[in-house]
């Protein structure tokens, strides 16, 4: 198993240009999110999926848009990119919910991350 | 006040050392506590998750006290490898459960 896998690992954009970072997961999961890491912010989540065709958005979600077509694939897109928007974007996936409070049952497995620059 | 918060960091312990980290969180009704470990340039891993009565995974304690909304991570016997940024993870929430990630403290061991 690849586990989650993500695309492209770098890029640069240029402001106002558009992109699509690409996330996959052979493990059958059904929740699906994206974050974003910051110096000094911990992760925050973009944007987050709980299932195929299903999409909601976390706290940071302004600036982003995401789609969910087929289980396997959560695709984030920036349609208009922003210097603010210079990040280190991961992926993670995790079987459904409520299947018990702790463990292993509920580890998110991230993916490498996509590092994006913005000028 | 942060959902969770974290010492930044960093420690510098030598080999050999025992070294401990404490997390707190704002939260009362968080249900579930975890210690993900990140490496430079990696991504987030799961360590360990942290129960109400303690546990223990080879070298490495995790503690919850409820009471005082803190939950701590204990290394004995620091190695070299265990340099990383280590996430305090909390979760709350019915229907889809939320994680909050603390920004991570760092541990650097030296020879």
């Known amino acids: 198993n690849a586990g989650v896998t993500q695309t492209p690992k770098f890029r640069v954009l240029k402001t106002g240009q558009s992109m699509t970072l690409l996330c996959a997961q052979d493990?059958?999961?059904?929740?699906m999110y994206w974050y974003r890491q910051d110096p000094g912010m911990g992760l925050r989540l973009i944007h987050y999926?709980?299932?195929?065709?299903?999409?909601a958005k976390g706290e940071v979600p302004d600036g982003y848009n995401v789609s969910r077509l087929k289980k396997q694939n959560f695709l984030l897109g920036l349609e208009s990119a922003a210097p603010s928007q210079t990040s280190v974007y991961f992926c993670?996936?995790?079987?459904?919910?409520?299947?018990?409070?702790?463990?292993?049952?509920?580890?998110?497995?991230f993916g490498p991350g996509t590092r994006l620059t913005v000028t | 006040r942060k959902e969770v918060e974290q010492d930044p960091g960093p420690f510098n312990v030598p080999e050999g050392a025992t070294v401990a980290f404490n997390c707190t969180y704002s939260?009362?009704?968080?249900?579930?506590f975890f210690w993900y470990r990140q490496d430079c340039r990696k991504e987030p891993k799961l360590l360990m998750s942290?129960?109400?009565s303690g546990n223990e995974d080879g070298r490495f304690t995790a503690q919850l006290n409820r009471a005082s909304q803190y939950i701590s991570l204990l290394i004995r016997d620091s190695k070299l490898s265990d340099s990383a940024t280590y996430l305090c993870?909390?979760?709350f929430g019915t229907g889809f459960q939320k994680l909050v990630f603390g920004t991570g403290t760092r541990l650097l061991v030296s020879p």
């Open positions: 999926s709980v299932g195929e065709g299903t999409t």
């Open positions: 493990m059958n999961h059904e929740y």
């Open positions: 939260n009362s009704a968080s249900q579930s």
């Open positions: 942290v129960y109400s």
């Open positions: 993870v909390v979760m």
């Open positions: 993670a996936s995790r079987p459904s919910g409520n299947r018990g409070l702790s463990g292993r049952d509920n580890e998110q497995y």
